[in-house]
Protein backbone atom coordinates (compact mmCIF):
# COMPACT_ATOMS: atom_id res chain seq x y z
CA UNK A 1 0.00 0.00 0.00
CA UNK A 2 2.22 2.97 -1.32
CA UNK A 3 -0.41 5.94 -0.47
CA UNK A 4 -0.84 4.61 3.52
CA UNK A 5 3.15 4.30 3.52
CA UNK A 6 3.35 7.51 2.12
CA UNK A 7 0.82 9.18 4.36
CA UNK A 8 2.35 7.84 7.54
CA UNK A 9 5.43 9.42 7.11
CA UNK A 10 4.23 12.54 6.29
CA UNK A 11 2.54 12.37 9.42
CA UNK A 12 5.65 11.61 11.13
CA UNK A 13 6.94 15.14 9.93
CA UNK A 14 3.93 16.87 10.30
CA UNK A 15 5.87 20.36 11.53
CA UNK A 16 3.55 23.05 9.00
CA UNK A 17 0.83 24.82 11.16
CA UNK A 18 -3.02 23.44 9.71
CA UNK A 19 -0.99 20.57 7.87
CA UNK A 20 -3.31 18.51 5.77
CA UNK A 21 -1.83 15.79 3.96
CA UNK A 22 -2.11 15.57 0.06
CA UNK A 23 -3.63 12.36 -0.82
CA UNK A 24 -4.13 12.79 -5.03
CA UNK A 25 -3.00 14.70 -7.77
CA UNK A 26 -3.75 15.51 -11.61
CA UNK A 27 -2.28 17.04 -13.97
CA UNK A 28 -5.06 17.95 -16.63
CA UNK A 29 -2.71 19.90 -19.21
CA UNK A 30 0.97 21.53 -19.16
CA UNK A 31 -1.13 24.58 -17.22
CA UNK A 32 -3.64 23.30 -15.21
CA UNK A 33 -3.75 20.75 -12.40
CA UNK A 34 -5.80 19.35 -9.53
CA UNK A 35 -5.14 18.20 -6.19
CA UNK A 36 -7.24 16.81 -3.20
CA UNK A 37 -6.09 16.96 0.52
CA UNK A 38 -7.13 15.39 3.92
CA UNK A 39 -10.08 17.52 5.57
CA UNK A 40 -9.72 18.59 9.10
CA UNK A 41 -12.29 17.46 11.25
CA UNK A 42 -13.60 20.67 12.39
CA UNK A 43 -13.81 22.17 8.81
CA UNK A 44 -17.73 23.06 7.73
CA UNK A 45 -17.78 25.17 4.43
CA UNK A 46 -20.85 26.44 2.32
CA UNK A 47 -20.35 25.35 -1.42
CA UNK A 48 -18.48 27.92 -3.55
CA UNK A 49 -16.30 28.82 -0.53
CA UNK A 50 -12.77 29.26 -0.72
CA UNK A 51 -10.06 29.04 1.87
CA UNK A 52 -6.02 30.17 2.36
CA UNK A 53 -3.82 27.23 1.03
CA UNK A 54 0.24 27.22 0.59
CA UNK A 55 3.56 26.37 1.47
CA UNK A 56 6.50 27.74 3.31
CA UNK A 57 8.78 29.86 1.26
CA UNK A 58 12.59 29.60 1.14
CA UNK A 59 12.88 31.41 5.02
CA UNK A 60 9.99 29.18 6.63
CA UNK A 61 7.28 31.77 6.32
CA UNK A 62 3.77 30.78 4.61
CA UNK A 63 3.00 31.62 1.09
CA UNK A 64 -0.63 31.33 1.00
CA UNK A 65 -3.36 32.25 -1.88
CA UNK A 66 -6.87 32.13 -1.73
CA UNK A 67 -8.58 28.72 -3.86
CA UNK A 68 -11.98 27.48 -3.82
CA UNK A 69 -13.16 24.64 -2.81
CA UNK A 70 -13.89 22.10 -5.83
CA UNK A 71 -15.09 19.39 -3.72
CA UNK A 72 -18.50 19.18 -2.44
CA UNK A 73 -19.42 19.75 1.43
CA UNK A 74 -20.19 16.12 1.81
CA UNK A 75 -17.00 15.05 0.91
CA UNK A 76 -14.38 13.37 3.33
CA UNK A 77 -11.65 15.28 1.43
CA UNK A 78 -10.91 18.48 -0.47
CA UNK A 79 -10.02 19.78 -3.33
CA UNK A 80 -8.67 22.01 -5.46
CA UNK A 81 -7.98 23.07 -8.68
CA UNK A 82 -5.19 25.26 -9.84
CA UNK A 83 -3.66 27.20 -12.98
CA UNK A 84 0.47 26.51 -12.93
CA UNK A 85 1.59 30.18 -13.38
CA UNK A 86 5.27 30.72 -14.60
CA UNK A 87 7.61 31.76 -11.92
CA UNK A 88 4.11 32.42 -9.86
CA UNK A 89 5.79 32.24 -6.03
CA UNK A 90 2.95 29.65 -5.06
CA UNK A 91 1.68 27.94 -8.19
CA UNK A 92 5.30 27.24 -9.72
CA UNK A 93 6.36 25.28 -6.07
CA UNK A 94 2.73 23.52 -5.68
CA UNK A 95 2.59 22.25 -8.90
CA UNK A 96 5.25 19.87 -7.62
CA UNK A 97 3.16 18.39 -5.04
CA UNK A 98 2.47 14.46 -4.62
CA UNK A 99 0.57 12.14 -2.35
CA UNK A 100 2.05 12.11 0.61
CA UNK A 101 3.28 15.84 0.91
CA UNK A 102 1.60 18.56 3.18
CA UNK A 103 0.33 21.37 2.53
CA UNK A 104 -0.71 24.80 4.55
CA UNK A 105 -4.79 25.10 5.25
CA UNK A 106 -6.28 27.94 7.18
CA UNK A 107 -9.81 26.32 8.05
CA UNK A 108 -11.69 29.54 7.75
CA UNK A 109 -14.06 29.03 4.55
CA UNK A 110 -15.57 32.41 2.80
CA UNK A 111 -16.87 33.99 -0.24
CA UNK A 112 -19.97 35.54 -2.07
CA UNK A 113 -20.55 32.63 -4.51
CA UNK A 114 -23.16 30.70 -2.12
CA UNK A 115 -27.02 30.57 -2.01
CA UNK A 116 -27.19 32.46 0.76
CA UNK A 117 -26.16 35.91 -1.19
CA UNK A 118 -29.03 34.93 -3.62
CA UNK A 119 -32.79 35.37 -3.82
CA UNK A 120 -35.02 32.27 -4.77
CA UNK A 121 -35.06 32.27 -8.27
CA UNK A 122 -35.76 29.25 -11.25
CA UNK A 123 -32.74 29.16 -13.10
CA UNK A 124 -29.27 29.55 -12.04
CA UNK A 125 -26.32 29.95 -14.18
CA UNK A 126 -22.92 29.50 -13.25
CA UNK A 127 -20.54 31.44 -15.64
CA UNK A 128 -16.87 30.58 -15.32
CA UNK A 129 -13.21 30.77 -17.39
CA UNK A 130 -10.51 28.35 -16.80
CA UNK A 131 -9.88 27.30 -13.30
CA UNK A 132 -13.39 29.82 -12.48
CA UNK A 133 -14.94 26.35 -12.97
CA UNK A 134 -13.89 25.23 -9.19
CA UNK A 135 -16.41 26.28 -6.90
CA UNK A 136 -18.96 25.29 -9.35
CA UNK A 137 -17.58 21.71 -9.23
CA UNK A 138 -18.44 21.87 -5.26
CA UNK A 139 -22.35 23.78 -6.04
CA UNK A 140 -22.78 21.34 -8.92
CA UNK A 141 -23.16 18.25 -6.19
CA UNK A 142 -25.02 20.66 -3.73
CA UNK A 143 -28.16 19.25 -3.36
CA UNK A 144 -29.59 22.52 -1.91
CA UNK A 145 -28.34 23.62 -5.87
CA UNK A 146 -31.47 21.38 -7.32
CA UNK A 147 -33.67 21.73 -4.37
CA UNK A 148 -34.01 25.74 -4.94
CA UNK A 149 -33.75 25.65 -8.30
CA UNK A 150 -36.12 23.91 -11.61
CA UNK A 151 -32.52 24.31 -14.14
CA UNK A 152 -28.64 24.48 -13.62
CA UNK A 153 -26.89 25.70 -16.04
CA UNK A 154 -22.68 25.64 -16.14
CA UNK A 155 -21.23 27.83 -19.17
CA UNK A 156 -17.50 27.48 -19.28
CA UNK A 157 -15.00 29.19 -21.70
CA UNK A 158 -11.46 28.30 -22.15
CA UNK A 159 -8.92 28.63 -24.66
CA UNK A 160 -8.46 25.19 -25.71
CA UNK A 161 -9.98 21.70 -25.40
CA UNK A 162 -8.10 20.07 -23.20
CA UNK A 163 -8.83 23.10 -19.92
CA UNK A 164 -11.95 22.09 -20.84
CA UNK A 165 -11.36 18.24 -19.45
CA UNK A 166 -11.85 18.92 -15.81
CA UNK A 167 -15.51 20.36 -16.29
CA UNK A 168 -16.32 17.57 -19.29
CA UNK A 169 -15.36 14.96 -16.28
CA UNK A 170 -16.95 17.12 -13.81
CA UNK A 171 -20.29 16.79 -15.39
CA UNK A 172 -20.26 13.26 -16.99
CA UNK A 173 -19.62 11.65 -13.37
CA UNK A 174 -22.28 13.88 -12.03
CA UNK A 175 -24.63 12.53 -14.53
CA UNK A 176 -23.23 9.26 -13.35
CA UNK A 177 -23.25 9.37 -9.37
CA UNK A 178 -25.62 6.93 -8.23
CA UNK A 179 -24.56 8.34 -4.47
CA UNK A 180 -25.49 11.78 -5.31
CA UNK A 181 -28.65 10.23 -7.21
CA UNK A 182 -29.18 8.71 -4.02
CA UNK A 183 -28.49 11.88 -1.58
CA UNK A 184 -30.11 14.74 -4.39
CA UNK A 185 -33.20 12.74 -5.35
CA UNK A 186 -33.77 10.26 -8.62
CA UNK A 187 -33.26 12.16 -12.30
CA UNK A 188 -31.73 15.67 -10.95
CA UNK A 189 -29.30 15.72 -13.56
CA UNK A 190 -31.72 16.16 -16.00
CA UNK A 191 -31.88 20.10 -14.25
CA UNK A 192 -28.02 20.40 -15.44
CA UNK A 193 -27.34 21.72 -18.49
CA UNK A 194 -23.30 22.46 -19.73
CA UNK A 195 -22.35 24.97 -22.29
CA UNK A 196 -18.68 24.85 -22.72
CA UNK A 197 -16.78 26.78 -25.07
CA UNK A 198 -13.38 27.67 -26.62
CA UNK A 199 -11.86 30.95 -27.82
CA UNK A 200 -8.51 29.64 -29.09
CA UNK A 201 -8.77 25.83 -30.28
CA UNK A 202 -11.44 24.18 -32.52
CA UNK A 203 -14.21 22.74 -30.89
CA UNK A 204 -18.12 22.00 -31.18
CA UNK A 205 -19.15 25.52 -29.48
CA UNK A 206 -16.75 28.62 -30.05
CA UNK A 207 -16.21 32.06 -28.98
CA UNK A 208 -16.28 33.51 -25.84
CA UNK A 209 -19.56 33.33 -23.71
CA UNK A 210 -19.81 37.04 -23.61
CA UNK A 211 -20.33 37.30 -27.48
CA UNK A 212 -22.73 34.11 -27.26
CA UNK A 213 -24.81 35.60 -25.14
CA UNK A 214 -24.85 39.19 -26.90
CA UNK A 215 -25.88 37.49 -30.10
CA UNK A 216 -28.24 35.66 -28.64
CA UNK A 217 -26.71 32.32 -30.04
CA UNK A 218 -26.34 30.81 -26.44
CA UNK A 219 -29.87 31.34 -25.96
CA UNK A 220 -31.08 29.48 -28.75
CA UNK A 221 -28.51 27.06 -28.26
CA UNK A 222 -29.98 26.54 -24.82
CA UNK A 223 -33.46 26.89 -26.12
CA UNK A 224 -34.18 29.70 -23.29
CA UNK A 225 -34.97 32.96 -23.02
CA UNK A 226 -32.59 35.89 -22.13
CA UNK A 227 -31.89 36.63 -18.73
CA UNK A 228 -34.34 37.93 -16.35
CA UNK A 229 -34.36 38.93 -12.82
CA UNK A 230 -37.83 37.30 -12.07
CA UNK A 231 -36.42 33.82 -13.19
CA UNK A 232 -33.16 33.56 -13.30
CA UNK A 233 -29.87 34.05 -10.90
CA UNK A 234 -26.11 33.83 -11.80
CA UNK A 235 -23.25 33.35 -9.98
CA UNK A 236 -19.59 34.33 -12.33
CA UNK A 237 -16.46 33.30 -11.35
CA UNK A 238 -13.55 33.66 -13.86
CA UNK A 239 -10.63 36.23 -14.90
CA UNK A 240 -10.91 40.14 -14.11
CA UNK A 241 -12.09 41.44 -17.64
CA UNK A 242 -14.16 38.38 -17.91
CA UNK A 243 -16.14 39.18 -14.59
CA UNK A 244 -16.26 42.57 -15.22
CA UNK A 245 -17.81 42.25 -18.79
CA UNK A 246 -20.37 39.40 -17.43
CA UNK A 247 -21.35 41.79 -14.18
CA UNK A 248 -22.23 44.67 -16.78
CA UNK A 249 -24.30 42.27 -19.33
CA UNK A 250 -25.81 40.99 -16.61
CA UNK A 251 -26.91 44.69 -14.88
CA UNK A 252 -27.77 45.26 -19.23
CA UNK A 253 -30.69 42.50 -17.76
CA UNK A 254 -31.93 43.74 -14.89
CA UNK A 255 -30.03 41.82 -12.20
CA UNK A 256 -28.30 43.41 -9.02
CA UNK A 257 -25.61 42.05 -7.10
CA UNK A 258 -26.24 40.24 -3.91
CA UNK A 259 -23.98 39.72 -1.19
CA UNK A 260 -24.50 37.26 1.96
CA UNK A 261 -25.67 40.01 4.22
CA UNK A 262 -28.18 41.07 1.58
CA UNK A 263 -28.82 38.15 -1.23
CA UNK A 264 -29.79 40.05 -4.59
CA UNK A 265 -29.70 38.16 -8.13
CA UNK A 266 -26.16 37.33 -9.23
CA UNK A 267 -23.17 37.22 -7.28
CA UNK A 268 -18.81 37.20 -8.92
CA UNK A 269 -16.07 36.36 -7.72
CA UNK A 270 -12.45 36.57 -8.81
CA UNK A 271 -11.13 33.00 -9.96
CA UNK A 272 -7.41 33.51 -8.14
CA UNK A 273 -4.28 33.65 -9.31
CA UNK A 274 -0.88 33.91 -8.48
P1 LIG B 1 -9.73 34.66 -25.22
O1 LIG B 1 -8.93 33.48 -25.68
O2 LIG B 1 -10.54 35.28 -26.32
O3 LIG B 1 -8.91 35.68 -24.47
P2 LIG B 1 -7.46 33.05 -19.54
O4 LIG B 1 -6.85 31.68 -19.70
O5 LIG B 1 -6.67 34.14 -20.18
O6 LIG B 1 -7.85 33.37 -18.12
O7 LIG B 1 -8.81 33.00 -20.35
C1 LIG B 1 -9.77 31.99 -20.15
C2 LIG B 1 -10.87 32.17 -21.15
O8 LIG B 1 -11.59 33.38 -20.84
C3 LIG B 1 -10.36 32.33 -22.57
O9 LIG B 1 -11.14 31.49 -23.40
C4 LIG B 1 -10.56 33.80 -22.86
O10 LIG B 1 -10.84 34.09 -24.21
C5 LIG B 1 -11.80 34.10 -22.03
N1 LIG B 1 -11.94 35.54 -21.75
C6 LIG B 1 -10.97 36.41 -21.43
N2 LIG B 1 -11.49 37.65 -21.23
C7 LIG B 1 -12.80 37.56 -21.45
C8 LIG B 1 -13.88 38.48 -21.43
N3 LIG B 1 -13.71 39.77 -21.13
N4 LIG B 1 -15.11 38.01 -21.70
C9 LIG B 1 -15.30 36.72 -22.01
N5 LIG B 1 -14.34 35.79 -22.04
C10 LIG B 1 -13.10 36.20 -21.78
Redesign the pocket.
Known amino acids: MPDRQASSSASAKKTLPDAQTVTEVRHWTD?LFSFRVTRPRSLRFRSGEFVMIGLLDDNGKPLLRAYSIASPAWDDELEFYS?KVPDGPLTSRLQHIRPGDQIILRPKPVGTLVHDALLPGRRIWFFA????IAPFASLLRDPQTYEDYDEVILTH????LG?LEYGRRLIEDIRQNELLEELIGKGFADKLRYYP????EESPKM?????LMRSGEAFEDLGVAPLSPETDRAMVC?????????KDMLEGYGLEEGANSDPKTYVVEK?F?D
Open positions: RITGTGTCREETTTRGRITDGNLAFNLELAL
